[in-house]
């Protein structure tokens, strides 16, 4: 079994299309972060395991999937029906096959998927990664997967939109393996929290700055949601 931990705010109207989507073999963590849509009850109608996280926040949620997870190999991936499930053992595959520790979706945008302004907070963020921790990737994508008792080692602080950052900072830090892998990004369901305006965008990429800037100078995150 593989844990897939997907974080969830208001996402009703997309989680039936991806819960119904995922591979044999995998288990949905849905981790409702404060929905008032019903998210919770549609993803337990779906199969899933429905984790309640109060603590608002992006990587709130993501750890609290973590600490329910209890497969040896976890998966993230955003709930919005941007991602198809069905790509998830292109990410898990090489870390079950013991040749990466850390997988990460490059995303291949299709029409309207991808907002430019998202696109291109996205491309900074990679570009600094790669000059500062030496990580040859392209793209901080929300679907990834690695081994989830090495990810709890890493003690990751951030509890906001950091959070994807300093994963793979720390385990850059920490030795890991890093590959990515070309997914499918297709256009979501509903409006994003992020990347739908420029607001959200920039807030977004204000949290990966300082995660950045503190990784830097040695120090752990610890923004608050």
């Given amino acids: 079994m ?5 974080p969830c705010l208001d996402e009703a109207e997309a989680l039936p299309w991806v819960l119904q989507r995922m591979p044999a073999g995998y288990r949905p963590i849905v981790v409702d972060n404060g929905s008032t849509d019903g998210s919770d ?23 609290a999937g973590l600490l329910a997870a209890s497969a040896e190999i976890v998966c993230f991936m955003d709930a919005d029906a941007s991602l198809d499930p069905r790509q998830l053992p292109l990410v898990t595959g090489p870390v079950a096959a013991g040749t990466s520790d850390l997988v990460l979706g490059r995303r291949v945008a299709e029409a309207g998927a991808w907002p430019a302004h998202a696109r291109l907070g996205n491309a900074v963020l990679a570009r600094g990664l790669r000059r500062r921790a030496g990580v040859p990737v392209h793209d901080l994508g929300p679907m990834r997967a690695c081994r989830r008792m090495a990810l709890l080692d890493l003690e990751l602080a951030d509890r906001r939109f950091g959070y994807p950052l300093e994963m ?28 739908g305006t420029v607001r959200g965008t920039l807030r977004a990429v204000a949290d990966m700055r300082a995660v950045m800037a503190a990784h830097a100078h040695g120090q752990r995150t610890t923004i608050p949601a």
């Fill in 2 to 6: 593989i844990d897939v931990v997907l």
């Fill in 41 to 63: 009850r549609v993803a337990a109608e779906h199969g899933a395991l429905v984790v309640r996280e109060p603590l608002r926040g992006f990587g709130a949620a993501c750890h």
């Fill in 168 to 195: 793979v900072l720390r385990a850059a830090a920490a030795g890991w393996r890093v590959a990515e892998v070309a997914v499918r990004y297709l256009p979501r369901a509903g409006r994003s929290k992020v990347t």
